[in-house]
T-cell receptor
């Protein structure tokens, strides 16, 4: 079983709709959870971090964490073509070490 | 501008020829790390450093070396590159709480 799992996609969403990205993780001791966006040929850039159960909103982005079910999700409202990218879920499971374990990413395409 | 700088961006080399990929950050971060990214495997940590002169193996350290003589620099060394080290490499640094800032990447091809 992979430590961090994501549906690889591609996920196609019409412009203006809500894109929903999901991620599950295996280590119940995980403390910190992140969503990175990666455009083709570019480096990952952090878009959301979440540390406690519940929802965290930042503009059009909402991260949701459920530690009991070991999943974290990212919602993108009012999707724009510029949101087309690969979204990487990352988890920190090592207290005292900044190491992140990444999922393989979900490729999102926003259809105009 | 706060950034992580990697060089070179692209590199084609031959099997067995030693190479170094440089990484430098100007944010005074203590933690730095190297990842490689391969299709279907995602980002995997190669080595990390918690501070100057403190380095440790990540998940895929075989065939790589690192050093941390100064806080800002964390070079990745391939003593004898092999074709299975063809990959996209990222350097990253973090001030804390696992929030990583990535360099722009180095695409390495070993023939």
């Amino acid at each position: 079983q992979k430590e961090v799992e994501q549906n690889s996609g591609p996920l196609s969403v019409p412009e203006g709709a809500i894109a929903s990205l999901n991620c599950t993780y295996s280590d119940r001791g995980s403390q910190s959870f992140f969503w990175y966006r990666q455009y083709s040929g570019k480096s990952p850039e952090l878009i959301m971090s979440i540390y406690s159960n519940g929802d965290k909103e930042d503009g059009r982005f909402t991260a949701q964490l459920n530690k009991a079910s070991q999943y974290v999700s990212l919602l993108i409202r009012d999707s724009q073509p510029s949101d087309s990218a690969t979204y990487l879920c990352a988890v920190n499971s090592n207290f005292g070490n900044e190491k992140l374990t990444f999922g393989t990413g979900t490729r999102l395409t926003i259809i105009p | 501008e706060a950034q992580v700088t990697q060089n070179p961006r692209y590199l084609i080399t031959v099997t067995g020829k030693k190479l170094t990929v440089t990484c430098s950050q100007n944010m005074n971060h203590e933690y730095m790390s190297w990842y490689r990214q391969d299709p279907g495997l995602g980002l995997r940590q190669i080595y990390y450093s918690m501070n100057v002169e403190v380095t440790d193996k990540g998940d895929v350290p075989e065939g790589y070396k690192v050093s941390r003589k100064e806080k800002r620099n964390f070079p990745l060394i391939l003593e004898s590159p092999s074709p299975n080290q063809t990959s996209l490499y990222f350097c990253a640094s973090s001030l804390g709480h696992s929030v990583l800032a990535f360099g722009s990447g180095t695409r390495l091809t070993v023939v």
